[in-house]
């Protein structure tokens, strides 16, 4: 049984750096996938950022070179770094894993965490 546990969202001022984790525990971290994706009211889940046991990377072009995604393996953590903020990245931040992790298609995710930015 998968559980994911994101923290470190809240409101933010546009320009602000705020970091995403994600504590990761029920099944063998280090041989899948990790990701983050968002959903605003009214609007579609969007993939924000993916990363590989073997350190790959996948970015939305909406983030690219403002957010950055990366684990602590030792910590069973993955963190979303994210930079330059703007009013439209307001949205819940949901912490995922499995699944086709660079098309953005996870299997498991978790409660998600509020992000806004104002």
């Known amino acids: 049984h998968v559980q994911l546990v994101e923290s470190g969202g809240g409101s933010v001022q546009a320009g602000g750096s705020p970091r995403l984790s994600c504590a990761a525990s029920g099944y063998t971290y280090g041989r899948c996938c990790m990701g983050w994706f968002r959903q605003a009211p009214g609007k579609e889940r969007e993939g924000v950022a993916a990363?590989?046991?073997?350190?790959?990377?996948y970015y939305a072009d909406s983030v690219k070179g403002r957010f950055t995604i990366f684990q602590d393996n030792a910590k069973n953590t993955v963190y979303l770094q994210m930079n330059s903020l703007k009013p439209e990245d307001t949205a819940m931040y949901y912490c995922a894993n499995g699944g086709f992790c660079a098309r953005f298609d996870f299997s498991y995710w978790g409660l998600g965490t509020q992000v806004t930015v104002s």
């Open positions: 990363v590989y046991s073997s350190g790959s990377t």
